[in-house]
């Protein structure tokens, strides 16, 4: 079982499903014994769904070309 520590370095993963089947059932384990953690991811679970909610607005191409030309340079 996954400690603490390296469940909340795979929050992120976690929550956007980006870490291996084994790896997600580890981190569920784990938020079934540890309210902190569970507490912690459920947090930012709400905290992902209000922003999604406030920030549900069309982005314009010149900012979506912008980010794109960022993401290519790395």
Do not use: G
């Amino acid at each position: 079982m996954k400690s603490c520590e390296q469940v909340l370095q795979d929050i992120w993963a976690y929550l956007d499903r980006e870490i291996c089947a084994s790896d997600i059932e580890n981190i569920q384990k784990h938020l079934d014994l540890c309210r902190s953690c569970f507490s912690r991811v459920e947090f930012e679970q709400l905290l992902r769904q209000a922003m999604k909610k406030k920030t549900n607005h069309c982005c314009p191409e010149k900012v979506k070309d912008r980010i794109k030309n960022i993401l290519d340079q790395y």
